[in-house]
C-alpha cells in the first residue's frame, strides 16, 4: 500500500458478513445511522440517506404522509415555507427547469393551508392552536430556521403531526426529536452538518413510518407539467417500499439495489458526524459555542448601526444572522467590498424584501473552532466595509454622525475588553 493510501482514515469495520462486492452500492458504515441519530436526539427514528439536496425531502415529505385531498397546514417564516407549499405553481419554466421534480405538497394532491408570520417572526403559538382547531390536519410543517430570515421557530412548541425542515438547523439549533414529538426531521449535507452538498438526510419517527405504510398502499394523484395523472407505488420517494430495505440492507452490511447511493458523501458524511458527536466540543457545547458566536456578531451589527430581520432576540437563528443594509447604502455598497477582503455573505432571499438585507452564515466550523478566528475576521471586515461605504455613500449627516458615534464606542468597548 503506497504512505498515501495509509493516511486516509479507515472506517470502523462493521462486524463479519458478506461483502458486497457489485459494481454499484459499497460497504457502507452503519455507525452513520447511530450519528444522525444522536445529533436529532432520538432513538428509534430511521434514517434514510439519499442522492439529492434538502429539496428532495419536502417531496418524500408530501409523497409519503399526505393523500391527495388531505388537509396540510405549512407554518411560514420566509421563503422556504413557500416552496414546501406550492414550488410547483412558483415554477418558472424558462429559469429553473430542474425545479419542475421538486414538486411538493399542493403538486401531491394536499388542500394546504399557509400560516403566515409577520416578516422576521415566526407563527404564534396561538395561531397555530386555532388553526389546529377550525379544521383536521393530517400533516403539519415549518421550517425551524428560515435560511431566508434567519428566522428560528420554536419547535418544541409546535409540535402535533409535525414534518420540521431542518436544512438550516440540523447540527447548529437543538433538535430533540423524540421529546419534541416530530415526525419527519428533513435536512441536508451541507449546512450545519458541514459536508459538501448532494446527499438528502431525512429520519422518520415510528409514528411517521406507520402513516407512510399506510399512505404508501393508496395511488398518489401525480400533476406532470402536461397535466394530472395517476401514479402508484412505483413513486421513487416511496420511504416503505422503495428506501426501508434499503436502508435495512445498509445497517445489516448487505447488498441491496434501488438507485445508486452517493458513497463519496456518506463517508464525508460519516467523518463529519463522528466529529460532532464523538470528538470535543460536545453536541451540546456545540450549541453553547454557536449560541455564542452568534451573539457576537449580532452584538457587533447592532455597535454598526444594523438592524436584525428577526423582530425579537427569540426569533433569532444560532447559525446565521439576517442584517439590513444601513440607510442609504445597499447591496452595491456592502457585499463587493466585503467580497474584497475574503468574505462572501449572501444577498437577501425573501421576495418582498430581497435587495434590503443581507445574511451572514456562521455554522459548523465557524463557530464551533475559535482558534481559526472566523467570527473576529467577519466582525473586522463588516465594521471595515461600513466605514468605506458611509465614507463614500452620499449619506444623510445626521445619521453618519449617529453612526460613527456608535462606532466610536464599540471600538472603546472593544479595546476596553481586549486589555482586560
Ligand atoms: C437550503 C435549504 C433548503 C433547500 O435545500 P437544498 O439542499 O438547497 O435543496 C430547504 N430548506 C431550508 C430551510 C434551507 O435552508
Redesign the pocket.
Given at each position: 500500500m503506497s504512505s498515501w493510501c495509509k493516511q486516509i482514515p479507515s472506517l470502523p469495520l462493521i462486524p463479519p458478513h458478506q461483502v458486497p462486492s457489485i459494481p454499484g452500492p459499497i460497504e457502507v458504515s452503519d455507525e452513520v445511522r447511530f450519528y444522525i441519530n444522536t445529533v436529532v436526539d432520538t432513538a428509534e427514528g430511521q434514517p434514510f440517506l439519499i442522492a439529492?439536496?434538502?429539496?428532495?425531502?419536502?417531496d418524500q415529505t408530501a409523497a409519503n404522509l399526505v393523500e391527495p385531498g388531505e388537509n396540510a397546514l405549512v407554518l411560514h417564516s420566509g421563503y422556504?415555507g413557500d416552496?414546501?407549499t406550492d414550488w410547483y405553481d412558483n415554477y418558472v419554466p424558462s429559469l429553473v427547469p430542474a425545479l419542475m421534480i421538486?414538486s411538493s405538497l399542493e403538486t401531491y394532491g394536499a388542500n394546504v393551508d399557509q400560516l403566515k408570520a409577520k416578516i422576521g417572526a415566526a407563527v404564534s403559538q396561538e395561531d397555530i392552536e386555532s388553526a389546529l382547531k377550525s379544521k383536521k390536519y393530517k400533516l403539519l410543517t415549518f421550517?425551524?430556521?428560515?435560511?431566508?430570515t434567519a428566522v428560528l421557530s420554536n419547535a418544541k412548541a409546535i409540535a402535533e403531526t409535525i414534518a420540521l425542515?431542518?436544512?438550516?438547523?440540523v447540527a447548529s439549533e437543538e433538535i430533540h426529536m423524540d421529546t419534541w414529538d416530530i415526525d419527519i426531521i428533513?435536512s441536508?449535507?451541507?449546512?450545519g452538518l458541514g459536508t459538501p452538498?448532494g446527499l438528502?438526510i431525512l429520519v422518520a419517527s415510528k409514528r411517521a413510518m406507520q402513516v407512510c405504510t399506510l399512505t404508501s398502499s393508496f395511488p398518489k394523484l401525480n400533476l406532470t407539467p402536461i397535466g394530472p395523472g395517476i401514479q402508484f407505488q412505483e413513486n421513487p420517494c416511496n420511504l416503505v417500499l422503495r428506501w426501508l430495505p434499503i436502508m435495512k440492507a445498509y445497517e445489516s452490511g448487505n447488498a441491496a439495489y434501488f438507485a445508486t447511493p452517493p458513497v463519496n458523501l456518506i463517508y464525508a458524511f460519516h467523518a463529519s458526524l463522528s466529529k460532532i458527536t464523538k470528538s470535543a466540543p460536545s453536541l451540546a457545547d456545540r450549541y453553547k459555542l454557536h449560541r455564542e458566536a452568534s451573539q457576537r456578531v449580532k452584538e457587533a451589527a447592532t455597535e454598526l448601526g444594523l438592524k436584525q430581520l428577526p423582530l425579537q432576540p427569540a426569533f433569532a437563528a444560532n447559525g446565521m444572522t439576517a442584517l439590513y443594509y444601513p440607510e442609504g447604502l445597499s447591496a452595491g455598497d456592502i457585499l463587493p467590498r466585503l467580497a474584497k477582503k475574503g468574505i462572501v455573505v449572501a444577498g437577501g432571499l425573501h421576495t418582498e424584501i430581497k435587495d434590503k438585507y443581507f445574511r451572514i452564515g456562521h455554522m459548523g466550523i465557524t463557530a464551533v473552532e475559535e482558534s481559526r478566528g472566523d467570527v473576529d475576521t467577519v466582525i473586522k471586515a463588516l465594521k471595515e466595509t461600513l466605514a468605506e461605504a458611509r465614507a463614500t455613500a452620499t449619506y444623510p449627516s445626521q445619521q453618519l454622525a449617529r453612526d460613527q458615534n456608535n462606532l466610536n464606542q464599540f471600538t472603546n468597548t472593544v479595546s476596553a475588553r481586549a486589555r482586560l
Open positions: 439529492g439536496s434538502g429539496t428532495l425531502g419536502w422556504f416552496s414546501f421538486f421550517t425551524h430556521v428560515d435560511t431566508s425542515d431542518g436544512v438550516c438547523s428533513l441536508a449535507s451541507q449546512k452538498p438528502s
